[in-house]
T-cell receptor, first 115, second 111 residues
């Protein structure tokens, strides 16, 4: 069974469109994350939810809106896509929100290409 | 400010040679430290972690890392590199809700 899964794996879309990426974890973890990895492999935290509550909200355009319907799911919706949004987006989960149990389990990533 | 620095953007080693990837951290207190590996087209996988106790930690795939408080370092080592170790390696540190990742070191392995 896949621990952290994301769909879709690839997403190619036009500028101005709205798209969503879904993430699910079956590890029973309380905390989930969205990261953006740019072309230079730099990994930047975007959001984190703990028990469906937003606890990290980095400086991200408000075109990006996370939604956590339950502890096992964290979706990312992006409005009015721009060229600069092209990147690989990773979902991750951890047992707790901080401390020694913050080791994170990552999904396979979603490669978003905006044309 | 909290930070994690990986000084080497990329490193090339011969198969069978030893490896050391550098990581320096800047935190107010001892952070929780991690090393992750990312193979091409994959997500990140945890290699090992340190949060207290023995400063030499063993991980998966034959990797180990040593925490040195005096040098603010947490370097990753492997005595004999295999071609399958070619990947991107990320050092990370956490002291609160947020884990900060280094910029990554790309490892190339030559035959």
């Amino acid at each position: 069974d896949t621990a952290v899964s994301q769909t879709p794996k690839y997403l190619v879309t036009q500028m101005g469109n709205d798209k969503s990426i879904k993430c699910e974890q079956n590890l029973g973890h309380d905390t989930m994350y969205w990261y953006k990895q740019d072309s230079k492999k730099f990994l930047k935290i975007m959001f984190s939810y703990n028990n469906k509550e937003l606890i990290i909200n980095e400086t991200v355009p408000n075109r990006f809106s996370p939604k956590s319907p339950d502890k096992a799911h964290l979706n990312l919706h992006i409005n009015s896509l721009e060229l600069g949004d092209s990147a690989v987006y990773f979902c991750a989960s951890s047992q707790e929100a901080g401390g020694a149990y913050n080791e994170q389990f990552f999904g396979p990533g979603t490669r978003l290409t905006v044309l | 400010a909290q930070s994690v620095t990986q000084p080497d953007i990329h490193i090339t080693v011969s198969e069978g040679a030893s490896l050391e990837l550098r990581c320096n951290y800047s935190y107010g207190a001892t952070p929780y430290l991690f090393w992750y590996v990312q193979s091409p087209g994959q997500g990140l996988q945890l290699l090992l972690k340190y949060f207290s106790g023995d400063t030499l930690v063993q991980g998966i795939k034959g990797f180990e890392a040593e925490f040195k408080r005096s040098q603010s370092s947490f370097n990753l080592r492997k005595p004999s590199v295999h071609w399958s170790d070619a990947a991107e390696y990320f050092c990370a540190g956490g002291g609160g809700f947020k884990t900060i990742f280094g910029a990554g070191t790309r490892l190339f392995v030559k035959a």
